[in-house]
């Protein structure tokens, strides 16, 4: 069965400070997908990034990075230099390679950056 | 890119009356479409998987009687929930793949809040 574990629930830090949230996934599948969507106060969902299984190399784009580690089934996105703006819900996702179905969210981390 | 519209954004209702919750994909087709239903500070969790023509595929533990899906075209599904109560009060999420690009990530709509009086 595939599950997506998200274990800090809640994170405060101050405007400017760096911060990671953990993923750490489960699957029997070789294909996968690891996501990241932002869920801000207003409720839609914004698509951060998706990963392959069989991509390992870590991603930045602007201030986000993710650093995939498939010996630790993990998958951490790190804000760099938050910003209120950055105050969300972020969900971390896997899916099966193919269909959609099986389309699994964490159960969140909700971050919050303090001017 | 890829755009999900969702109608309407907010409502309110008595309860048991029925509510219509439409998912459009805008500018592309969508033989699959996906419906979540998310509480107040959880997760989403998917309910029914809606295929166009056909019927819906719902998760367990969700009523297909109560929780009405209709795929009638490639741009739109709509979830009906009937007789609604106020345990049915939640944020109603749809999302879709474009036809033929099942490695695209899935497009969501902005998400229905449901509230039942």
């Known amino acids: 069965a595939q599950k997506v574990t998200q274990a800090q629930t809640e994170i405060s830090v101050v405007e400017k400070e760096d911060v990671t949230l953990d993923c750490v996934y489960e699957?029997?599948?070789?294909?996968?997908?690891l996501f990241w969507y932002k869920q801000p106060p207003s409720g839609e969902l914004v698509f951060l990034i998706r990963r392959n299984s069989f991509d390992e190399q870590n991603e930045i784009s602007g201030r986000y990075s993710w650093n995939f580690q498939k010996s630790t089934s993990s998958f951490n996105f790190t804000i760099t230099a938050s910003q209120v703006v950055d105050s969300a819900v972020y969900f971390c996702a896997l899916s099966e390679a193919l269909g959609g179905q099986n389309f699994v969210f964490g159960p969140g981390t909700r971050l919050s950056v303090l001017p | 890119g890829a755009v999900v519209s969702q109608h309407p954004s907010w409502v309110i209702c008595k309860s048991g009356t029925s509510v219509k919750i439409e998912c459009r994909s805008l500018?592309?087709?969508?033989?699959?479409m996906f419906w979540y239903r998310q509480f107040p500070k959880q997760s989403l969790m998917l309910m029914a998987t809606?295929?166009?023509?056909?019927?819906?595929?719902?998760e367990q533990g969700v009523e297909k009687d109560k929780f009405l899906i209709n795929h009638a075209s490639l741009t739109l599904s709509t979830l009906t929930v009937t007789s609604a109560h106020p345990e049915d009060s939640s944020f109603y999420i749809c999302?879709?793949?474009?036809?033929?690009?099942?490695?695209?990530?899935?497009?969501f709509g902005n998400g229905t809040r449901l509230t039942v009086t």
């Open positions: 809606s295929n166009e023509g056909s019927k819906a595929t719902y």
């Open positions: 999302s879709a793949r474009s036809t033929g690009q099942s490695n695209s990530p899935l497009h």
């Open positions: 500018d592309f087709q969508a033989t699959t």
């Open positions: 699957t029997r599948d070789t294909t996968y997908y």
